[in-house]
């Protein structure tokens, strides 16, 4: 009995120490009245990839952290970003907009904003949506 009470507080211990994420909503930003610079000190996760594709045009082309493909006779870069990195928030240009720097730049961020398909969740914004893909400046 002593080593499943031993075993039980080692499971519990570990299960502490795991992050306890949830998804960034509205309903918080609201409750809680929180100031930009309050949500400048939140570590943000993504809760899924999220790939950006850019057709790439003649000229020269630096890429620091994507890869060039050739896609339909089309050269095009592409950029990932995985379910769970890291980001932090740059600046709020609006109430409701959050503009969100998953790379070491400032001048490189993804813009994010309440949808009410998903309970006012933030997601991913863009200037035009067809079906997953959208058109978004970065």
């Given amino acids: 009995m ?7 507080f080692a499971f519990l211990s570990l299960a ?6 949830v998804p960034f909503s509205q ?3 609201d409750n809680y009245n929180w100031s930009e610079e309050e949500l400048k000190r939140v570590q943000f996760y993504l809760s899924d990839d999220i790939v950006l594709y850019r057709r790439v045009t003649g000229g020269s ?40 720097a998953f790379e070491d730049s400032d001048d490189k961020y993804l813009m994010f904003g309440p949808n009410p ?5 933030y997601a991913l914004l863009a200037k035009e949506w067809q079906q997953s893909i959208g ?4």
């Fill in 117 to 121: 398909k998903i309970g006012n969740r």
């Fill in 61 to 100: 082309t630096q890429i620091e952290n994507g890869t060039i493909k050739i896609k339909d006779g089309k050269k095009i870069e592409e950029i990932s970003f995985k379910k769970g990195t890291p980001g932090v928030l740059i600046f709020s240009p609006k109430e409701e907009r959050l503009a969100v």
């Fill in 27 to 29: 309903k918080m930003v």
């Fill in 2 to 8: 002593k080593q499943f009470l031993l075993l039980t």
């Fill in 16 to 21: 502490s120490c795991s992050p306890n994420l």
């Fill in 135 to 138: 058109k978004v400046s970065y």
